[in-house]
């Protein structure tokens, strides 16, 4: 979950060049709250927080100019009302979920390997006989073809 800032109240606090410090202050007082586990500061001047388990994970989702200026990591099953599992948290449970292709283009069998959502639009686009674009991050899942030789 992403916290965002009032603009206006941003530029006060930079103004007193404690922005930082108020952030600091904002994940304390979250971390009080029943059933947030982490609070991560995101966006530019913060450095990355690979330290930890969800690091690589909350360091993909800070994105300048979109991303909130903190994010929230619940306690393992804690959700607020609706779904419980929406696959929005970086636990397992929530980042695991089947995924199937098929056609002829395609083997039947499981991929017994990690995949990112970024691999299955380069998957998709292969299978058309379509080059992902340069800017490509993931990897194409060559197993998954029948033409692939394992």
Not at 39 to 63: E, K, N, R
Not at 72 to 91: D, E, L, N, R, S
Request: hydrophobic content about 40%.
């Amino acid at each position: 979950m992403h916290i965002y800032l009032n603009p206006n109240c941003i530029k006060e606090f930079e103004k007193k060049g404690n922005f930082s410090q108020t952030l600091d202050h904002l994940k304390q007082l979250l971390l009080q709250v029943p059933g947030i586990e982490h609070v991560f500061p995101c966006g530019q001047g913060f450095p990355p927080v690979s330290h930890s388990f969800f690091g690589p994970l909350i360091d993909q989702s800070c994105v300048p100019g979109i991303s909130g200026h903190l994010i929230i990591v619940p306690k393992p099953f804690w959700y607020q009302q609706g779904p419980p599992a929406h696959h929005m948290t970086h636990y397992s449970y929530d980042r695991f979920v089947p995924l199937i292709f098929w056609g002829r283009a395609f083997h039947k069998g499981l991929l017994d390997e990690p995949v990112s959502m970024l691999d299955v639009a380069g998957t998709v686009l292969y299978g058309l006989g379509l080059l992902p674009p340069a800017q490509f991050q993931g990897k194409i899942l060559f197993k998954a073809f029948k033409k692939h030789k394992h």
